[in-house]
């Protein structure tokens, strides 16, 4: 795959660059040099409060909602870092302004309210894990969203000349040459389009921003799309647009249901299809999804696959245990009506027969 990495500037310095040596940098000036302050915390003894959501009277589990704070807590820390870094910066720029801070002389005093704010949301975090019961190391690590934000230098290898005016204006960094695995993806539970992507991997010493991409195919401009930060030696995948060449399609071919005991057990049979009208054999990436079961006393079991499922490592570290099936299936040329590659494949759903599955009204006999 060939990617062509640009930047796009915005240069209203009342000046025209020309012919110069250009290097972009994300990183921002930081004009906060001191840490915040940590202050003590002090912890007492008090009688539990059944309005408490963390009064827990089993320490054997943590609370349904620690993951939910923790989130929360983590999302104002954050914030208040932000605006804790805007205020100190604005101060020493009036204070640089007004000449009131010259260099190497007293810098303006430390924000302290901004200090105080954070001291009070790290001391309600870590009051959360000493009154949450249980494991809750877990659901912690679960709740931390990390930050993509990330500090890149690039030095432009060529110079260039850049006119100061209000619009962006785009300016190439470089043209990577990168290898990449294509593909073809169906997913008939979505759409009957079958879909090319390719898996590339950023072999440049280049960290690859997250921004809009624009994909092209077969010299054919095949539509938008978004990247994430991808960092050197990294992976990510790209779509290539839709294979008018193939089609899929999915439907319920059969569905039984048994009493076992106390237990309703539900058998579903669901027949997936691919057709290929090219003249070439075409490799698939075949997606379905079982449901998940999210209470302990419904049990879900893939009865029949109908074939082999991937045995792709990334495949079963990840979307296997979240539900996902696949099959990679080649689909002859010329497959179409009933010469179509067919797959069945069947799963059971077992549960109290008093109760029912959200979505799944109660049979007759229930009612």
Excluded: C
């Excluded at 997606?287 to 991937?310: F, H, I, N, W, Y």
């Excluded at 497959?335 to 179509?340: D, M, R, Y």
């Amino acid at each position: 795959v060939m990617l062509e990495y640009h930047a796009s500037i915005q240069q209203m310095s009342g000046e025209d660059w020309t012919d110069v040596a250009m290097t972009l940098s994300t990183a921002t000036p930081s004009l906060v040099a001191k840490a915040p302050k940590l202050t003590p915390l002090t912890i007492t003894l008090s009688a539990r409060s059944a309005e408490s959501p963390f009064n827990e009277q089993s320490q054997s589990a943590p609370p349904r909602d620690y993951a939910a704070v923790k989130a929360e807590l983590n999302s104002k820390r954050r914030q208040l870092e932000e605006q804790r870094a805007q205020l100190l910066g604005r101060q020493e720029a009036a204070a640089q302004s007004a000449n009131q801070a010259p260099p190497g002389g007293t810098p303006p005093p430390v924000n302290l309210p901004a200090d105080v704010a954070l001291n009070r949301v790290a001391a309600e975090d870590q009051v959360l894990d000493l009154v949450s019961g249980g494991n809750v190391s877990e659901l912690a690590r679960r709740s931390t969203t990390p930050t993509e934000e990330v500090s890149v230098t690039y030095t432009l290898p060529m110079r260039t000349s850049l006119p100061s005016r209000a619009d962006q204006q785009l300016v190439q960094i470089a043209a990577l040459d990168l290898p990449a695995h294509l593909y073809k993806v169906a997913v008939p539970m979505l759409t009957q389009y079958v879909y090319d992507e390719a898996a590339v991997t950023n072999g440049s010493e280049l960290v690859l921003l997250a921004g809009p991409i624009s994909t092209y195919h077969a010299n054919q401009f095949v539509g938008l799309g978004e990247i994430p930060t991808v960092a050197s030696g990294e992976s990510f995948t790209v779509g290539l647009g839709i294979d008018s060449s193939l089609r899929a399609k999915r439907e319920l071919a059969t569905k039984g249901e048994t009493l076992q005991g106390g237990n309703r057990v539900v058998d579903f049979t669901y027949r997936l299809e691919i057709e290929n009208f090219g003249a070439q054999p075409a490799q698939i990436r075949l997606l379905e999804r079982m449901p998940l079961a999210k209470e302990a006393d419904v049990k879900l079991t893939l009865v029949q696959p109908g074939a082999d499922l991937s045995g792709d490592s990334d495949y079963l570290r990840t979307e296997r245990k979240q539900g996902v099936l696949r099959w990679d299936l080649e689909v002859a040329p010329r497959a179409v009506g009933p010469q179509a590659r067919r797959l069945e494949y069947q799963f059971r759903l077992e549960y109290d027969k008093q109760l029912s599955i959200a979505g799944l009204p109660l049979s007759e006999g229930t009612r």
